[in-house]
């Protein structure tokens, strides 16, 4: 079975800090995608990243950039400089191979304070 | 890019009616579709899966009979709440994939479904 843990149910921070979002999983499969999204009120997911597990290489794309660490079963998610546009529910998620079936973590609720 | 759509984004009904919901891949073909239910400030549950031109797969817990779901085209899947009561109110909201793994995914942007 797999299995999401996002650990911090919700985090605040005051505007321009970085903020670290956990996310451990746990999969049986050899060949894995890990996701992130961003789920603003409006409710739509808005995708952040697609990683596979043979990829280890941290990924930084502006603000945002991604530790995956397959020794600890970690994806980690970092915002550096925080804003305001960026408070939101942010989920994790794991795909076994051949299936985008995703299994999602609970989620982290960040909320950035001018 | 590649989008997903969803139809209608908002819903409210009387309990015991049934609703639809549309999810639509707009510029691709989509031969396999996937339905969560995201409850308030919870996570999203896989419902289940759907492939075009077949039956859909439930995840455990799921009442085939009560969300019916068809996938009769490439482009096009349905989710319909039979006998809608209160405590099916919920977000639903669909992905798509492209033909081949690992292709692409893509999430429509949800349907709130509110039951009186």
């Known amino acids: 079975a797999q299995k999401v843990t996002q650990a911090q149910t919700e985090i605040s921070v005051v505007e321009k800090e970085d903020v670290t979002l956990d996310c451990v999983y746990e999969?049986?499969?050899?060949?894995?995608?890990l996701f992130w999204y961003k789920q603003p009120p409006s409710g739509e997911l808005v995708f952040l990243i697609r990683?596979?597990?043979?990829?280890?290489q941290n990924e930084i794309s502006g603000r945002y950039s991604w530790n995956f660490q397959k020794s600890t079963s970690s994806f980690n998610f970092t915002i550096t400089a925080s804003q305001v546009v960026d408070s939101a529910v942010y989920f994790c998620?794991?795909?076994?191979?051949?299936?985008?079936?995703?299994?999602f973590g609970k989620g982290t609720k960040l909320s950035v304070i001018p | 890019g590649a989008v997903v759509s969803q139809h209608p984004s908002r819903v409210i009904c009387k309990s015991g009616t049934s609703v639809k919901i549309e999810c639509r891949s707009l510029?691709?073909?989509?031969?396999?579709m996937f339905w969560y239910r995201q409850f308030p400030k919870q996570s999203l549950m896989l419902m289940a899966t759907?492939?075009?031109?077949?039956?859909?797969?439930?995840e455990q817990g799921v009442e085939k009979d009560k969300f019916l779901i068809n996938h009769a085209s490439l482009t096009l899947s349905t989710l319909t709440v039979t006998s809608a009561h209160p405590e099916d109110s919920s977000f639903y909201i669909c992905?798509?994939?492209?033909?081949?793994?690992?292709?692409?995914?893509?999430f429509g942007e949800g349907s709130r479904l509110t039951v009186l």
């Open positions: 990683r596979n597990s043979f990829d280890e």
């Open positions: 998620a794991l795909a076994g191979a051949g299936s985008y079936q995703l299994t």
């Open positions: 510029d691709f073909q989509a031969t396999t």
């Open positions: 992905s798509a994939t492209t033909s081949s793994w690992p292709g692409e995914l893509f």
């Open positions: 759907s492939n075009e031109g077949s039956k859909a797969t439930y």
């Open positions: 999969t049986r499969d050899t060949t894995y995608y």
